[in-house]
């Protein structure tokens, strides 16, 4: 089930949690209740990542702007995600495609790499859907919104 | 509902204490909050609560220890960037304590 | 490391079902639930991207909630296996993840 490439030692096996995004934001609660489960699984020092799919890719355009429909636009907080020690967010280019979207529509988010003297990586990779479906087959476990 | 009150204009908070409406948040708010808290409000305090204030401004979330040391550490070198710092200045949990004296919300995943 | 994939809205009404067949690699299994019954009828306008489905992945339907919506087990596409609820813990334990296309 493991192949050890993710493991630390001391702490026990790290498992690869992957969080599945589908759905636009603020039209339903999925999108903000899945980026709060993240910031919190963060503390348990797991192997992270996001997939953005069909209208989930959505939550990454840039130039949100709630002010109108009452809302907090939580688009900013996945500028922190680097912070909290997640460093991979996949996003499928078919369902930027079928939306008319492309990656220029996105926010622009990076991470600092500590180990690179805080070294400005991006978070964000394009990915195709058969690429996905494979990173999809590789993790531990899959948490769906 | 229960508020605090500063020259007899009210602020609502939550049973725990934390600031309802975060644009409502002033200087002298945040020293009766820390008094509350049994803090008195010294630079290294203002220094903190200054520093999650920008935080939420831009990300728009209040950082988990873990993240507020790491950031510490990086605006303020390695003395400040230690959770035992942050305990001595708010011994009842920083990110708490300094987010209630900073008016944000409780931070997510901080039970 | 075959993935079971569940599925619980209709194909046409949502478009969750198609974006799980998009996504399924060969070897793993789906599972219709709920409204994702709807699929598994036979000569839907669906049938024919289900029965494509089948011939590289297991094709399992939640027989419970296919009766409740009066899909009859003769009624339903070819390729496609009747589970219970014991089957579905089943398939669950038998994968290494579950994808729940929600």
């Known amino acids: 089930m493991n192949d050890g490439k993710a493991t630390n030692g001391a702490a026990g096996a790290k498992k690869r949690f992957m969080y599945v995004n589908r759905k636009a934001p603020y039209g339903t609660i999925y999108a903000l209740e899945s980026l709060e489960v993240v910031l919190i699984s963060a503390a348990f020092e797991q192997d992270v990542s996001l997939a953005f799919l069909d209208d989930g890719v959505y939550q990454l355009t840039k130039g949100q702007n709630t002010t109108a429909i009452g809302m907090k636009n939580f688009s900013p907080t996945f500028k922190a995600l680097g912070d909290y020690e997640i460093k991979k967010l996949y996003v499928e280019k078919e369902s930027l495609d079928e939306r008319g979207l492309a990656p220029e529509d996105l926010m622009q988010i990076t991470y600092e790499d500590e180990d690179e003297d805080y070294a400005e990586k991006p978070l964000i990779h394009i990915v195709s859907r058969s690429e996905l479906t494979e990173i999809l087959a590789r993790q531990d476990v899959l948490f769906n919104f | ?111 | 490391m075959p993935t079971l994939h569940t599925i619980n809205k209709s194909p046409f009404e949502r478009s969750s079902f198609a974006s799980a067949l998009n996504h399924l690699l060969p070897g793993d299994a789906l599972l219709m639930i709920e409204d994702g019954v709807v699929g598994a009828r036979k000569s839907s306008a669906f049938a024919g991207r289900l029965e494509a489905a089948a011939k590289t992945c297991r094709v399992y339907v939640l027989g419970p909630d296919l009766a409740a919506r009066g899909i009859a087990e003769k009624d339903v596409v070819a390729g496609a296996t009747l589970v219970d609820y014991g089957g579905f813990v089943d398939l669950v334990t038998g994968h290494d993840r579950t994808q729940a296309w929600l």
Request: proline residues 5%; negative net charge.
């Open chain 2, 1 to 111: 509902m229960d508020a605090y009150v500063l020259d007899s204009h009210s602020y609502e908070h939550d049973e725990e204490g934390y600031l309802k409406n975060l644009s409502e948040w002033n200087k002298e708010l945040a020293v009766l909050i820390a008094v509350d808290e049994k803090i008195e409000m010294s630079d290294e305090h203002w220094e903190v609560v200054n520093f999650l204030r920008d935080y939420y401004e831009e990300y728009q979330v209040a950082p988990a220890i873990r993240v507020l040391v790491k950031a510490m550490k990086k605006t303020f070198g390695p003395e400040k960037g230690e959770q035992k710092y942050l305990y001595q200045l708010f011994p009842y949990g920083p990110a708490k304590q300094a987010c209630k004296i900073a008016g944000l919300p409780k931070p997510t995943g901080c039970v």
